[in-house]
């Protein structure tokens, strides 16, 4: 029997954008996105990997600059690593930025945690001109440095080495005492003698370090002392202030700015001793420096943007269209092809209305939505996304929002082909509840991957002639409407101030061609797994209530009579004989489809929803919305092709709608306008739950559901009124 | 004497538009929001509440720092250049970070 592996537990942390996803990546082979702006991961993530015989599990933590209780990934990073207490922490330093990286690594040795400095993008850092000395720096610092290129995992190797090699080290490692100034350093040590006569939260944090962060005012330590000792946590809180006050009164400061001024001091006394040498000037200005200049300037910057997302449209659009009707045709054929050969029945039925025309529905957007992420990726990776949310920020201010806000916003379709759920889920990065509530409200109103092939089928029915400017147009009514409504909650509901805005954007990258690749396909992999899954299973269920209770043989036998009589009449297999069967034929699936658990609730609707123009089968279809959007699609094709089996019937959808008499330009609008703004999905309604609470779920359900049905009334009204219907 | 009034004449009108403008001659102290024009400024001191000036201390603001402005819009928001990162900044944090023009 072999001997249990040896386990070591290793976590990457770093400042957002130093790479710790990319080394992730290549050390575990997970395919998880690396976003190219600060906020897309607040949870850790975790991955395994196997080296020399030992079994190695490896936490990717958020990106942070600090260790404080500014945002969420900071606690989230630090709580990581005072419970969790990994063997090792591998520190990911961009070498092209060091003075600022090195920040957050003088907090780890503060904490005093075992630590390896990853000394990445040398590679960057050596077109800038900038040498770094690893082999001083680990003198001075005292931890081990080696230097990698993540992208092209060069040094990864001899990384893991020295990191296993920390790890299986007894050495006992002791927190970094750094000299903040006469004034703080005695009250730290007065601090630290109160804490550690009494044990104060001794067991999770060094004393220094929870001193420190005591005169830094950090709210989830001091919240945390207050419960572990009321009495004592006065005391120190006292101290604390005593000297904050006194520091306000004579320097004008707070004290966390006075540590925050000594670590960098700190640091630089590190660099200057040799770590770091430049070829070029400190104060050169660098390619992406003056991209900035150009593409931020506040009148060329928005300009340039709208120009960036309107061409991104077209290239989606116009390059997709060729293999969107390649895979129509390809599901037309497949539904003749079974249709041949299976037998008239149920099953037939079943797997041509529900699996083939509902998955299929689905499936043949796949091109559209993959050129869709294509683009986000290529915008993503080249760091141009960050400019956008910091264009985007004055705007956002108007309607009560966050500049952060935007984040979530485009990650759940503001630049239509996210997803609602990931989106709700960024909403963590923001500080204010009220403005993340508002947030959180208001992110399912974007365009998602989801909706897109609803507006793709519509839009391409009804307004084929310049289907990316009538996109572009529905994508500008989703932010309108979005940050209407955002601003309706801030001045209602969510009533607050707003909190300052500070974002590092990242430097303009070249974006490698596999990155891309890989970054297209997850996500539309993501999409088709679930038309495979989700929705091939709510496709066959709402397949089943369109089905059941079939019509009565009383009721079959009307329409048997009808067609004897229609054969005892012309005697003959005539033109005009051949459309009078096929109009019974569809009398009857019509009936039958009514007739149906789905066509019963669709009906009961139809004296509310012939309002905004939809019919019982458009109401079906927009029951399966509530489930999941991609339903929608799949669902109106299983309605309108019920009982139309044969191949020569199987036209594509759109076609179907354009010749259906309850459709028309109106109704495509209108149903457009519910299908974007209605109840958000299922997935969603739970995430927010998760994230708000049940009550702000269902708030979202009522409010959005009756907000775009009378938004879609209107639309569909209001030519009605002016005679344009 | 009508050439000194000619002068001081200029000389309002120049201040007069560096206002309009918001553009503040070197060595004068006064908000990142109000500085006007792109370039290198120094630090001279952070204002606001204590959650923003520990924000920006850990960020790399602190007084004496230099900075390089790279994009600014007339009392909002702006993109600077600091400790070899690049920052955005909103208006409330604009405006309670005062600096002096170095150039």
């Not at chain 1, 943007?305 to 060729?322: D, H, I, K, P, R």
């Amino acid at each position: 029997m072999d001997a249990p592996k040896v386990r070591i537990t290793m976590a990457l942390a770093g400042n957002p954008n130093a790479g710790k996803t990319t080394l992730f990546n290549k050390l575990t082979g997970a395919r998880q996105h690396v976003g190219n702006y600060p906020g897309i991961t607040v949870d850790y993530k975790e991955g395994h990997f196997e080296r020399g015989g030992r079994e190695i599990l490896l936490t990717d933590l958020p990106g942070t600059y600090s260790l404080t209780a500014y945002s969420v990934e900071e606690l989230v990073a630090r709580d990581y690593l005072v419970n969790e207490k990994p063997q090792v922490v591998i520190n990911i330093v961009d070498a092209s930025n060091l003075e600022r990286n090195l920040y957050l690594t003088c907090q780890f040795l503060e904490l005093g945690v075992p630590m390896i400095i990853a000394l990445n993008m040398i590679d960057v850092a050596k077109d800038r001109g900038i040498e770094v000395n690893a082999g001083q720096l680990e003198a001075l610092l005292g931890v081990p440095v080696v230097p990698i290129i993540a992208r092209s995992g060069f040094g990864t190797d001899a990384l893991i080495d020295r990191a296993v090699a920390v790890a299986e080290d007894k050495r006992i490692w002791q927190p970094l005492d750094i000299s903040y100034g006469e004034d703080l350093d005695g009250t730290v040590m007065t601090l630290m003698a109160e804490i550690h006569r009494q044990s104060f939260l001794t067991d999770t944090y060094p004393s220094r370090f929870t001193a420190i962060k005591y005169l830094e005012h950090d709210d989830q330590i001091m919240a945390r002392g207050r419960v572990v000792d009321q009495a004592v946590a006065a005391r120190v809180e006292a101290q604390a202030d005593l000297v904050s006050d006194h520091l306000r009164k004579t320097m004008g400061v707070f004290p966390e700015a006075i540590i925050a001024d000594h670590r960098y001091g700190f640091i630089k006394s590190i660099i200057r001793q040799g770590v770091q040498t430049r070829t070029f000037d400190t104060d050169r200005l660098y390619a992406s420096d003056k991209i900035d200049k150009v593409v931020t300037d506040r009148l060329l910057g928005p300009l340039i943007m709208l120009a960036v997302l309107f061409g991104l449209y077209q290239f989606t659009f116009s390059w997709s269209e060729l293999p969107v009707h390649w895979l129509d045709s390809l599901f037309g054929w497949l539904s003749g092809l079974i249709d041949g050969a299976l037998p008239e029945g149920l099953f037939k039925s079943m797997i041509i209305s529900g699996a083939v025309h509902g998955v299929g529905g689905v499936l043949g957007f796949v091109p559209l939505i993959m050129f869709m992420f294509f683009g986000i990726a290529i915008l993503e990776d080249s760091g141009y996304l960050a400019r956008v949310a910091f264009m985007m920020d004055r705007i956002f201010r108007i309607f009560g929002l966050h500049g952060s806000s935007v984040m979530p916003f485009i990650i759940s379709g503001g630049i239509a082909g996210g997803c609602a759920v990931p989106g709700v889920l960024a909403t963590r990065t923001l500080r204010s509840p009220k403005e993340r509530l508002a947030t959180l409200l208001t992110v399912p109103f974007m365009n998602c991957g989801a909706k897109l092939p609803v507006l793709a089928l519509l839009i391409g029915a009804f307004f084929s002639e310049d289907k990316a400017r009538y996109m572009f147009l529905f994508t500008v009514v989703s932010w309108l409407v979005a940050l209407l409504s955002a601003k309706l909650f801030r001045s209602t509901v969510l009533k607050g101030d707003p909190t300052p805005f500070v974002m590092e954007l990242p430097p303009y990258r070249l974006p490698t061609l596999p990155g891309l690749l890989i970054h297209t396909w997850e996500r539309t992999w993501q999409y088709i797994k679930k038309a495979g899954t989700v929705i091939l299973g709510i496709s066959i269920l709402l397949w089943a209530m369109m089905t059941f209770p079939r019509l009565s043989p009383d009721q079959v036998a009307v329409f048997d009579q009808q067609r004897l009589n229609l054969e005892t009449q012309h005697h003959a297999n005539t033109e005009t004989a051949s459309q009078e069967r096929k109009s019974i034929d569809d009398a009857q699936a019509e009936e039958a489809l009514r007739n149906s658990m789905a066509g019963t609730l669709g009906t009961a609707m139809e004296p509310v929803s012939r309002y905004a123009g939809f019919d019982w089968r458009t109401n079906i279809a927009l029951i399966g919305g509530f489930a999941a959007k991609e339903v929608i699609v799949s669902t109106l094709g299983t309605a309108y092709s019920m009982g139309k089996v044969e191949s020569r019937e199987s036209a594509p959808l759109a076609t179907r709608l354009q010749q259906d008499p309850h459709w028309n330009r109106w109704v495509a609008i209108a149903a457009l306008i519910f299908i974007m703004f209605y109840s958000p999905c299922l997935v969603t309604v739970i995430c927010i739950a998760r994230e708000a609470s049940w009550k702000w779920a269902v708030f979202s359900m009522l409010y959005n559901t009756v907000f775009a049905f009378i938004l879609a009334t209107a639309c569909y009204q209001m030519p009605r009124l002016l005679s344009l219907i | 004497m009508r050439f000194k009034q000619f002068n001081h004449a200029c000389s309002c009108l120049a201040g007069k538009f560096r206002q309009c403008m918001g553009d503040r001659p070197a060595g004068e102290v006064a908000p990142l929001s109000k500085i006007g024009r792109r370039g290198r400024k120094r630090i001279c001191k952070i204002t606001g509440d204590r959650k923003l000036c520990a924000r920006m201390a850990a960020l790399g603001f602190h007084a004496g720092e230099e900075v390089e402005v790279l994009c600014q819009e007339a009392d909002a928001r702006c993109i600077l250049k600091i400790q070899g990162g690049t920052v955005s900044l909103d208006k409330t944090a604009s405006r309670n970070i005062f600096v002096e023009s170095l150039e």
